[in-house]
């Protein structure tokens, strides 16, 4: 495990050596068999999350549990709040503090109608990266999150940017440049390009 050569796309948050150690997987070496590893788990999560429609979607427990059944398989502290400070991210500290705020504007938002779904779903997202609660898998895990809220208030999910056939949002592509870029537009309060991404 200590031979592991981790690769990052851009955007990507690095593991530090105690989260590196956390690797379930003894048999992992490279980055290949780590994603081999780490997709397959995020499928069984995606399968429980979209078994059914959700009424608990928007609470700690659920989001925190989500993201555990995405990464348990894989990472020891899947599900649990990172506690080192990232490139990106709030303070490690005020995680809790600052998912509660993000529970509580999106359901005023969903219960007040304040933006369309989409745009509701898209600040969710856009939020939860921004605070980026877990060591890793936050965009993978924040991207579900946005459509088990549109899924369990029956609209349509978003395409993630699948329509522009220039490789996966997990790899060095076109789409997840245009991604980072359209989280970095929302970070300055215009979320039109992550508006349009989401659907493209």
């Known amino acids: 495990m200590s031979d592991l ?6 955007g990507a948050t ?19 068999e780590l994603n081999a590893a ?15 429609k959700r009424k608990d979607f928007l609470s700690e427990k659920f989001m925190r549990d989500l993201h555990k059944r995405m990464f348990g398989h894989v990472w020891k502290w899947a599900g649990t709040y990172r506690t080192s400070d990232k490139s990106i991210g709030v303070n490690w500290y ?3 503090t ?6 509580g504007d999106v359901r005023y938002w969903v219960t007040h109608e304040t933006y369309p ?5 898209a600040r969710l997202h856009h939020r939860l ?35 522009m056939k220039a490789g996966s949002l997990g790899e060095h ?6 991604y980072i870029h359209s989280l970095q537009k929302a970070d300055a309060k215009s979320y039109g390009e992550l508006l349009r991404f989401v659907r493209s």
């Open 94 to 96: 005020d995680i809790p």
């Open 14 to 32: 690095p593991l530090n050596p105690n989260e590196v150690a956390g690797l379930r997987l003894s048999y992992i070496s490279t980055q290949k």
């Open 5 to 10: 050569k981790l690769e990052y796309p851009p």
């Open 129 to 163: 990266v921004w605070v980026h609660p877990f060591p890793n898998g936050n965009g993978r895990w924040a991207r579900v999150m946005s459509d088990v809220l549109l899924f369990s208030l029956g609209h349509k999910t978003f395409s993630w940017g699948a329509k």
């Open 117 to 121: 779904i989409d745009e509701i779903a």
């Open 98 to 103: 600052e998912m509660n705020k993000i529970i």
């Open 173 to 178: 592509s076109d789409t997840r440049a245009k």
């Open 38 to 52: 780490e997709q397959d788990n995020i499928l069984q999560g995606e399968t429980w999350a979209f078994a059914q």
